[in-house]
């Protein structure tokens, strides 16, 4: 059915386009040389409902369902030539894990099917090392990774929800922080540490170019490397033999240089926790107030994405509006549109202002020597770049806000985005925010004024509720950002 309707689609594009498309042409051999292909899948599935599955029958659960269709079609071969793991996502305990090979052994016969745990809260990437020493202190446990899982321990890290939670550098510190320590534990066990890296595109959820997302990770994530990539992201770095190429390259460049990362002293690392905590307060802060999701559903696409369906899920888990219900990908989308992409740089400015010299200049040398805080600082400027305060005033201003809210939160916000700039250009002495990549700085310069119309556009979209001309323009501007979110 499916080289079917591939032939089909390709005969229309010759049709229409008089030429024949050489990316359908190679799918048409590659399906006529390999008509058995198949592509390995990862199961997903909420650890809560994951409980509730080894109790309920199995028709009334899809996590079931599936594992008992993954049976059937292996039929007692490796079911890894299918699935390759099992995420467990919201885990919070070792007992969640247990849960996920409980429930993988009721269905397949075997604890075969690798379990994944994905910590992706503050509390449980906080709590990641003890989850995990208390999970591998059962013999069976570590057996099973020996005997079935290719002595392997496989922990995804989730970039989207933490940073939605949390802020970026928090996140980013919360992940590094625990990725460290697994590294060292799962290692001193005897099994050999795998980290999927749950990040997205955009540097609000862990994105960035590869050099810098890669740069503080420890030499057993870049040995084997994994993570998750958003489709536009593969269409953009993985478009052509050459650009593929060109991200290989980087990638194995940065992983032959990093033979020992750096090792931060404990002044260096309190440093780090310092402008962690304090960013992350800050967001916290702002995003916990009442009408701050007023904003979210007045003056951005957000009540509409459900209509746009743009999507592969609902943009919120729950029918309230509040930080816990909102999907990650929606809530970044909607700063990405507005201009604003509060969540990577708020709080940052008033930290720098609130130093003295003496704490300045221990945070420049930390610049120097830390990789996390570097690469954070890089891509910190390139979000500042792309940002544009005047659009965001613009929604706010035509939104149903009152008017004290509107004025209240375009000072704030202009405020705080004056000081972030600042404190990039004190921290590096540079003149320009992107002052390492500097054709970036000028694409962004001539690109952005193109977008503007399409903002213009969007917010009388959002005004007379026109669906069709409100998906163009989130497109649209979405292709000016680089980024949806």
């Given at each position: 059915?499916?080289?079917?309707?591939?032939q089909?689609?390709?005969?229309?594009?010759?049709?229409?386009?008089?030429?024949?498309?050489?990316?359908?042409?190679?799918?048409?051999?590659?399906?006529?040389?390999?008509?058995?292909?198949?592509?390995?899948?990862e199961?997903?599935?909420?650890?809560?409902?994951v409980?509730?599955?080894l109790?309920?029958?199995?028709?009334?659960?899809?996590?079931?369902?599936?594992?008992?269709?993954?049976?059937?079609?292996?039929?007692?071969?490796?079911v890894?030539?299918?699935v390759?793991?099992f995420?467990?996502?919201?885990?919070?305990?070792?007992?969640?894990?247990?849960?996920?090979?409980r429930?993988s052994?009721?269905?397949?016969?075997?604890?075969?099917?690798?379990?994944?745990?994905?910590?992706?809260?503050?509390?449980?990437?906080?709590?990641?090392?003890?989850?995990?020493?208390?999970?591998?202190?059962?013999?069976?446990?570590?057996?099973?990774?020996?005997?079935?899982?290719?002595?392997?321990?496989?922990?995804?890290?989730?970039?989207?929800?933490?940073?939605?939670?949390?802020?970026?550098?928090?996140?980013r510190?919360?992940i590094?922080?625990?990725?460290?320590?697994?590294?060292?534990?799962?290692?001193?066990?005897?099994?050999?540490?795998?980290?999927?890296?749950?990040?997205?595109?955009s540097?609000?959820?862990?994105?960035?170019?590869?050099?810098?997302?890669?740069?503080?990770?420890?030499?057993?994530?870049?040995?084997?490397?994994?993570?998750?990539?958003?489709?536009?992201?593969?269409?953009?770095?993985?478009?052509?033999h050459?650009?593929?190429?060109?991200?290989?390259?980087?990638?194995?460049?940065?992983?032959?240089?990093?033979?020992?990362?750096?090792?931060?002293?404990?002044?260096?690392?309190?440093?780090?926790?310092?402008?962690?905590?304090?960013?992350?307060?800050?967001?916290?802060?702002?995003?916990s107030?009442?009408?701050?999701?007023?904003?979210?559903?007045?003056?951005?696409?957000?009540?509409?994405?459900?209509?746009?369906?743009?999507?592969?899920?609902p943009?919120k888990?729950?029918?309230t509006?509040?930080?816990?219900?909102?999907?990650?990908?929606p809530?970044?989308?909607?700063w990405?549109?507005?201009?604003?992409?509060?969540?990577?740089?708020?709080?940052?400015?008033?930290?720098?202002?609130?130093?003295?010299?003496?704490?300045?200049?221990?945070?420049?040398?930390?610049?120097?020597?830390?990789?996390?805080?570097?690469?954070?600082i890089?891509?910190?400027?390139?979000?500042?770049?792309?940002?544009?305060?005047?659009?965001?005033?613009?929604?706010?201003?035509?939104?149903?806000?009152?008017?004290?809210?509107?004025?209240?939160?375009i000072?704030?916000?202009?405020?705080?985005?004056?000081?972030?700039?600042?404190f990039v250009?004190?921290?590096?002495?540079?003149?320009s925010?992107?002052?390492?990549?500097?054709?970036?700085?000028?694409?962004?310069?001539?690109?952005?004024?193109?977008?503007?119309?399409?903002?213009v556009?969007?917010v009388?979209?959002?005004?007379?509720?026109?669906?069709?001309?409100?998906?163009?323009?989130v497109t649209g501007?979405?292709?000016?950002?680089?980024?949806t979110?």
């Open positions: 059915m499916l080289f079917r309707s591939i089909e689609l390709s005969k229309l594009y010759e049709k229409t386009l008089r030429a024949q498309s050489e990316p359908l042409k190679n799918i048409i051999d590659l399906l006529k040389i390999f008509p058995g292909l198949v592509l390995p899948l199961l997903r599935e909420e650890s809560g409902l409980h509730k599955a109790k309920a029958p199995a028709k009334e659960m899809n996590i079931s369902r599936m594992l008992m269709s993954l049976e059937r079609i292996t039929g007692g071969k490796d890894r030539h299918y390759r793991g995420v467990l996502s919201q885990t919070e305990s070792a007992d969640d894990i247990s849960a996920g090979v429930l052994k009721k269905y397949l016969g075997k604890a075969v099917l690798p379990v994944v745990p994905l910590f992706e809260s503050a509390h449980s990437l906080s709590n990641s090392v003890t989850i995990i020493e208390e999970y591998l202190a059962n013999k069976t446990a570590k057996d099973t990774c020996l005997r079935y899982w290719d002595g392997q321990l496989e922990v995804m890290l989730g970039y989207s929800d933490s940073a939605k939670e949390n802020g970026s550098f928090s996140s510190f919360l590094f922080s625990a990725i460290s320590e697994l590294d060292r534990v799962i290692s001193q066990e005897g099994l050999k540490p795998i980290f999927f890296h749950g990040s997205g595109g540097i609000e959820r862990g994105g960035g170019s590869i050099r810098e997302q890669i740069e503080w990770w420890p030499p057993s994530a870049l040995a084997m490397m994994k993570m998750t990539m958003q489709g536009e992201m593969i269409y953009r770095n993985y478009a052509s050459e650009i593929t190429q060109r991200q290989l390259d980087l990638l194995f460049s940065k992983s032959d240089e990093v033979k020992e990362p750096t090792v931060l002293s404990r002044q260096e690392l309190s440093l780090l926790k310092r402008f962690a905590d304090s960013t992350q307060k800050a967001y916290r802060d702002i995003v107030t009442p009408s701050f999701m007023e904003l979210i559903e007045l003056a951005t696409p957000y009540p509409f994405l459900k209509d746009l369906r743009l999507g592969s899920r943009s888990r729950q029918t509006v509040d930080l816990k219900s909102l999907r990650a990908i809530w970044v989308l909607c990405t549109q507005t201009r604003c992409l509060f969540s990577t740089w708020w709080g940052v400015g008033t930290f720098w202002e609130s130093l003295n010299q003496q704490e300045q200049d221990e945070y420049r040398n930390l610049f120097l020597r830390s990789p996390l805080f570097s690469s954070y890089k891509q910190l400027g390139f979000t500042l770049e792309k940002a544009n305060l005047d659009i965001f005033s613009f929604y706010l201003s035509n939104s149903k806000l009152s008017d004290l809210e509107k004025t209240k939160y000072d704030s916000f202009r405020e705080e985005f004056t000081k972030s700039r600042h250009l004190s921290l590096t002495k540079q003149s925010l992107i002052w390492y990549r500097p054709w970036l700085e000028k694409s962004i310069y001539l690109r952005s004024p193109l977008i503007h119309p399409l903002s556009l969007q009388i979209a959002l005004e007379r509720n026109e669906i069709l001309l409100l998906r163009e323009t501007i979405a292709s000016g950002m680089l980024t979110g």
